[in-house]
Each structure stands twice: as C-alpha cells, then as structure tokens.
C-alpha cells in the first residue's frame, strides 16, 4: 500500500516538471508546439478536476494550488491529540488513531452531502493537555495547545478559510478547555469555525445521555464514562473498530481497572461537587464530580495506565460509537455550513481559569 503511494507521488511530480517543461519550450515550436500545449492544459485541467474531488493534502500542494481553492467552499480538517500511554495493550498513538479513522469518516459523509466543497487534510496533531501521567506519555501544556490552534486557524483565516472541523478522541478537561478556548477566539476575532465535535458528545459519554444509548445500544460502563474513562471498553472497542491490528492480543487477559478511592484533594473535590448538586447547581456539580473522579484515579497508587474493561471490548461497540459520533459530528459541521454560529462549552468551562495551571 505505501510503496503504492511512494510511486503514484513520484510520478505526479515527473509529471508535473514534465508539463512546465512542456509549456516552456511548445510557445515557440509551431504544430507541435499547439499538440503539446493541448497536452499541458488537459494535465492541469486534470489536476483542477483532483483538487474538486478528492480530499486534499494540504501539505503536498503548492501555493499556486492553494490559491486555487473556493475559499468559502472549502473545508479543513485534522486530527488532535496527545500522544498518550493507553494501558498495556493500545499503542500511545491510540488517541490521534481514532481520531484519524473518524476524520476519514467526516470526510466520505461531508463529500456525499456537498459534492461542491474541496476537503483539506491537514496532518494529525499529535499535541493534547491532560495525558496520563504515566511514563511515556508526552503531554503540552494547556496554553501551548490553544496557540497553536488560533495560530493554525488565523494563517487559514487570512487567506480566506473559514472552516477547521477538529477529529479527537481525548478527553482530559484542560485539553478540551484549550480547544474551546481556541474555538472562542478565532470566532470572535476572524469569524473563522474551528470545531471539535468531541467537546460536545464527551459530556453526554460521562454524564450517561439516554439519547446517546438508545442510539448506541451503550450504556454505563462502556460508554466511556468515568469507570471505562481510559483504554478500558469504550476506547479498545474504538481500536477494534478503527485499525484492529493495532491491539495488542493481552487486551482480553486484562483485569478490569476499578474506580479508584477519593482521597486529598479528589475527595474534597468531591465533596465541593456534592455541595453544589445539593443547592441546584447540578450542572457545575456533575462536572466537578468527573473532575473528582478523575483525580482520585490519577492521584492512586500504584495507578494502573488504564481505566474500565479492556476485555469486554467489541468492534460491534466501537463501530456504533463511531456512528454516534459521526453523526452528531456532521450535525454541527452543517449547521457551520449553513452560516450558524458554533461554540461548544466542554465540561467545567466555568473552570477554564485552569488551563493556566502547569502540567
Ligand atoms: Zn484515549
């Protein structure tokens, strides 16, 4: 398959030098000037046809391509996330996997709703806050995360882009602060959308929304909810869906990883967030809870590198959550398309003073 891709870029390039040769020497070469000038303008007529068509590399086209492209019916895409130790049997990459398979997605439905658009890849951003604190984990800081992205959206926005749908499968709470954030300003500032489908449906994983199990057939413990929040049921049911061969065999030998006792800091958490359930504010209290529940586990030890069920873990499972998410990810791309405004609020956005908090 590479050594397929190896060659076909190879022979685009020859073919592309090729043509401007061409195009040099046919102005002054009469009939067979005029033949070769035919054959110049089908080639690049050729190209124009690809660029309508197929989703696009950005970084494999030139500038002179680049500003070729519809600005306001173009979309951009990429992958986000941290490069994140996922137990003993998904590789670090698990993350930007997933999220690489569901861009993939995107992109088919995208191109059968609006044959008009060109899609552009970009490369997946292997960059994410919040990852395990386990060794081999490489986690940025909040703030770095969130420059990047309104920095990526301004150069887009600058030349007239308006669109940068965002595929991820993380859910630390500082990782989706940043990108909200991000989200936030490039709207303000260039009316630019950068969109994180994620931010949206992680709430309702953790927070158990019917809709999201009548839909999936999911329900508490394998929907990626705080007991299966990492590497456990949800997220290897993900892997067996996305790229099976990527799984290492043991994930069927695997204790489950339980919830873990609250002490410290996660049981005053906890009980702050209990606080708040009790006068009304349930909301903000179910979101510190998933905070607590979070640094409770994180803060055990010995802390094992993954949480939930590794074992129970199906293709069937994972194939209905990527659905799930494709669908509600195309909701919020149309109503971008249709000229909507799009801000997500991901959970603990009161709290998102903390992305200033070092790793
Ligand atoms: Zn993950």
């Known amino acids: 398959m590479c050594l397929f891709f190896v060659s076909a870029g190879s022979l685009l ?21 005029t033949v070769l000038n035919l054959y110049s303008k089908n080639h ?30 173009t979309v951009f895409l ?23 398979e569901l ?35 490489l986690s940025v800081r909040a703030t770095a995360l969130e420059k990047i992205l309104i920095d990526y959206g301004k150069g887009l926005a600058k030349q007239g882009f308006r669109y940068l ?27 630019f959308y950068l969109i994180d489908p994620f931010n949206l449906v992680f709430r309702r994983m953790v927070q158990h929304d019917e ?20 590497a456990g049921t949800n997220e290897t049911s993900l892997m067996l869906a996305s790229c099976p061969q990527k799984v290492r065999e043991n994930y069927s030998e695997l204790d489950p990883s339980l919830p873990a006792e609250h002490t410290g800091g996660a049981k005053l958490v906890l009980a702050l967030a209990r606080s708040l359930m009790k006068v009304g504010a349930k909301q903000a209290g179910r979101d510190l809870e998933h905070l607590a529940n979070t640094l409770a586990w994180v803060s055990s030890n010995p802390m094992k590198p ?26 919020l791309f149309d109503r971008a398309l249709q000229g909507e405004p799009v801000q997500i609020k991901p959970m603990l956005w009161n709290l998102r003073v903390l992305r200033f908090l070092p790793e």
Not at 111 to 130: A, I, Q, T
Request: proline share 5%; glycine share 10%; with cysteine.
């Open 103 to 137: 861009l993939g997605r995107y992109a088919k439905v995208l191109r059968e709703k609006h044959p008009d658009l060109s899609l552009v890849k970009l490369p997946p951003l292997y960059v994410g806050s919040d990852a395990l604190p386990s060794l081999g984990s």
């Open 211 to 230: 809709e999201l199990f009548e839909r999936t057939g999911l329900g508490p413990g394998n929907c990626g909810d705080d007991p299966d929040s990492h």
């Open 13 to 33: 390039v020859f073919m592309g030098r090729k043509a401007s040769f061409i195009r040099m020497t046919a102005s002054n070469a009469g009939i067979f000037g």
């Open 306 to 331: 993954y949480m939930g069920d590794p074992k129970l873990a199906s293709a069937k499972n994972g194939e209905a959550m990527l659905n799930y998410r494709l669908e509600e990810a195309i909701k």
């Open 165 to 191: 749908f965002i595929a991820d499968n993380h859910g630390g709470p500082r990782h989706q602060l940043a990108i909200a954030k991000a989200s936030a300003v490039l709207w303000k500032k260039h009316r």
């Open 44 to 73: 690049e007529e050729g190209v124009k046809k690809k660029m309508s068509s197929d989703l696009l590399e950005y970084v494999e086209l030139t500038q002179t391509e680049i500003s070729q492209l519809d600005t306001a019916q």
């Open 78 to 100: 990429m992958s986000v996330s941290p490069i994140e130790v996922h137990g003993y049997h998904l590789p670090v990459g698990t993350d930007v996997f997933i999220a690489e």
